[in-house]
T-cell receptor, first 117, second 114 residues
């Protein structure tokens, strides 16, 4: 059973370009979370999606950032007009379900390291 | 809101030494608590978890006990190895109607020397 897949692993963009980060959850998982890790910091929640639905985007910057998780295909985190401050590692995690009274573990991908020059 | 505070690193130890990484949290309700480990250039791996007060999570010689009275979840290992060198993150998750997003501490880098 393949784990969470993210691509690309490394992405370099010039200021003003667009960055697209992809995440394929583990087989059978329908919940996806995106986190951002700035250098030497912990991970910060960005957005939580289920298939075709954004459930919680309270951690997403209001401008330039968007996320989707279509019925078919990977989840996409899109950053428009990137700036140097967007340089970070972006991690995707998936879980099988949201359950009452029992925590569902999140399984993390290897991350995409975005560098904005 | 929810928050997690863990001791800053780096922590440098000799092989076979005792390791403790302190973690305290602030949360409403009854969160679940986790320790994740991140090896260089990799994603996070779940190390252990505890879902209710007084639970002890354990894995690979690591242990942590959910202490509600002190709102703590300190990580311990009795005898570290060089292969334990990594960054360790304490995290909490509080079930809400909108999922169980994780709130992380800032991470503690551990370096074990032979």
């Amino acid at each position: 059973n393949a784990g969470v897949m993210q691509n690309p692993r490394h992405l370099v963009r010039r200021r003003g370009q667009e960055a697209r980060l992809r995440c394929s959850p583990m087989k059978g998982h329908s919940h996806v979370y995106w986190y951002r890790q700035l250098p030497e910091e912990g991970l910060k929640f960005m957005v939580y999606l289920q298939k075709e639905n954004i459930i919680d985007e309270s951690g997403m910057p209001k401008e330039r950032f968007s996320a989707e998780f279509p019925k078919e295909g990977p989840s996409i985190l899109r950053i428009q007009q990137v700036v140097r401050g967007d340089s970070a590692a972006y991690f995707c995690a998936s879980s099988p379900r949201y359950g009452q009274g029992e925590m569902d573990e999140q399984y993390f991908g290897p991350g995409t390291r975005l560098t904005v020059t | 809101g929810n928050s997690v505070t863990q001791m800053e690193g780096p922590v440098t130890l000799s092989e076979e030494a005792f390791l403790t990484i302190n973690c305290t949290y602030t949360a409403t309700g009854y969160p679940s608590l986790f320790w994740y480990v991140q090896y260089p250039g990799e994603g996070l791996q779940l190390l252990l978890k505890a879902t209710k007060a007084d639970d002890k999570g354990s894995n690979k010689g690591f242990e942590a006990t959910y202490r509600k009275e002190t709102t703590s979840f300190h990580l311990e290992k009795g005898s570290v190895q060089v292969s334990d060198s990594a960054v360790y993150f304490c995290a909490l998750s509080a079930l809400k109607a909108a999922g169980n997003k994780l709130t992380f501490g800032g991470g503690t880098r551990v370096l074990v020397k032979p």
